[in-house]
C-alpha cells in the first residue's frame, strides 16, 4: 500500500474527470500517492448518447466501462461501485450511504477523502446526497484515523467553467484550496473522451474537446477544506497541496 493515499467519492461516472480531472493526474502521477474512487452509481438514468452508442439496458454495463477506461487514463488506481441506482440516492437512508462509504474508508485507509461541494455544483440531488453522506462519514470517524482531510471540490464563482458557469459555485474568498497543473490537460481530454455515452455533455461543459480543441479544459481545480475556519484569503494564500499538514 502507498504511503499516501486520496479517495474520491462520487455520484456518477464522470464526475471525477469533470470536476477533478488535472488534480487526479497530478496526484497519481507521484510515486508514493494511490488515488482510489469509490462512484454510487453506474450512471443508468443517463443518455446513451445521439446517436445512441448502446441501447438503455446495455448503458450501465458501458458506462462502467467508460469509467474505468477514463480512470486508467487518469491513473486512478482502483474503482468501487456502491450498486445504487442512478438518480435515486435521495431516497437512499442517509446512514447507509454512510455506512458504505465509512467501509470504503476503512479498507482504503486514505489520508484525504473529496467529494462534491454540499450543492452539487450542477444541484442534482444525486450529487447532494453523496456529499452529504461522504460528509457524515468522515466526522463520524474516531479520533486518530488516518483519514485527516475532507475536501469538497466546488468551482470559484468569478472563473470560467467551459462556455458558461455551473448552477452552483462559490466565491474565491471561501476556496481554501487551489490545485494546479496544466500540463495534464491533454490528459484530460482523452478521459473526457472515453465517456463516449456522455458526448452530448462533454461537448456542452468542454466545446470543441471531442475534436482535439482543450482551450475549455479546466487547468486548476478547487476545493473547500471541510472544518477549517472560515477566513477570507488571497489567491496567494490558497493552500497548493491537499496533504499540507498531514502526518503519514
Keep these: 500500500m502507498k ?14 474527470t469533470f470536476t477533478s480531472g488535472v488534480t487526479i493526474c497530478k496526484y497519481a502521477a507521484q510515486p508514493d500517492v494511490s488515488i482510489h474512487l469509490l462512484c454510487a452509481t453506474r450512471g443508468e438514468a443517463g443518455k446513451p448518447g445521439d446517436p445512441p452508442i448502446c441501447t438503455m439496458e446495455e448503458l450501465p ?7 474505468r477506461k477514463a480512470a486508467s487514463i487518469l491513473g486512478i488506481s482502483r474503482v468501487e461501485f456502491m450498486g445504487y441506482r442512478d438518480k435515486e440516492l435521495s431516497n437512499i437512508p442517509p446512514a447507509e450511504l454512510a455506512q458504505k462509504i465509512n467501509e470504503a474508508i476503512e479498507r482504503i485507509k486514505p489520508q484525504v477523502v473529496i467529494t462534491f461541494a454540499p450543492h452539487g ?20 470517524l474516531p479520533a486518530g484515523s488516518v483519514t ?10 468569478d472563473q470560467n467553467f467551459g462556455i458558461a458557469s455551473p448552477p452552483y459555485t462559490d466565491p474565491i474568498d471561501s476556496i481554501t484550496t487551489i490545485i494546479s497543473a496544466p500540463a495534464y490537460v491533454p490528459q484530460v481530454a482523452q478521459a473526457l473522451a472515453a ?4 458526448h452530448l455533455s462533454v461537448s456542452r461543459v468542454f466545446p470543441g474537446v471531442l475534436q482535439g480543441d482543450t482551450t475549455y479544459v479546466r487547468t486548476v481545480n478547487h476545493f473547500i477544506l471541510v472544518g477549517d475556519r472560515p477566513r477570507e484569503t488571497s489567491v496567494e494564500e490558497k ?7 498531514i502526518t503519514t
Aim: aromatic share 8%; net charge negative; no cysteine.
Design 61 to 67: 454495463a458501458e458506462r462502467e466501462a467508460e469509467l
Design 195 to 198: 465517456h463516449r455515452t456522455q
Design 148 to 157: 485527516q482531510k475532507l475536501y469538497y471540490v466546488t468551482h470559484a464563482a
Design 121 to 140: 455544483i450542477s444541484g442534482h440531488p444525486d450529487h447532494q446526497a453523496i456529499s452529504a453522506a461522504t460528509t457524515s462519514a468522515v466526522q463520524a
Design 239 to 245: 493552500e497548493t497541496d491537499l496533504f499540507s499538514g
Design 3 to 16: 504511503e499516501k493515499r486520496i479517495l474520491f467519492v462520487f455520484a456518477h461516472p464522470d464526475d471525477e
